[in-house]
Nanobody, 123 residues
Framework: QVQLVESGGGLVQAGGSLRLSCAASERTFSNYAMGWFRQAPGKERQFVATISRSGGATYYTDSVKGRFTISRDNAKNTVYLQMNSLKPEDTAVYYC????????????????WGQGTQVTVSS
């Protein structure tokens, strides 16, 4: 069982930056691909970014490409989401998730989830 705890959310003005962190309890963290998803009010949860076990491969949804960067530190059992040039439409609860082995873009592919952290971008 992998426990995930997100942090770093908050209120920021449009154009600002935030860095989300997700700490994992699992000592074999490097065995898991990690993903970030978000859910805005009244909308379904959507894929944001994913990173491979080694960190060598990353994928993003089109709306965040060039603004968000996913990274990981396997020594610290932590995955990050650096968010720059934030827009009001980025407002959502952000979740990190883990799945064994390979990356994925569907929430159905992920086995473990954090509780989420709120990101609010004001205009």
């Amino acid at each position: 069982q992998v426990q995930l705890v997100e942090s770093g959310g908050g209120l920021v003005q449009a154009g600002g930056s935030l860095r989300l962190s997700c700490a994992a309890s699992e000592r074999t963290f490097s065995n898991y691909a990690m993903g970030w998803f978000r859910q805005a009010p009244g909308k379904e949860r959507q894929f944001v970014a994913t990173i491979s076990r080694s960190g060598g491969a990353t994928y993003y949804t089109d709306s965040v490409k060039g603004r968000f960067t996913i990274s990981r530190d396997n020594a610290k059992n932590t995955v990050y989401l650096q968010m720059n040039s934030l827009k009001p439409e980025d407002t959502a609860v952000y979740y990190c998730a883990a799945r064994p082995k390979i990356t994925g873009r569907s929430e159905k592919e992920y086995d473990f989830w954090g509780q989420g952290t709120q990101v609010t971008v004001s205009s």
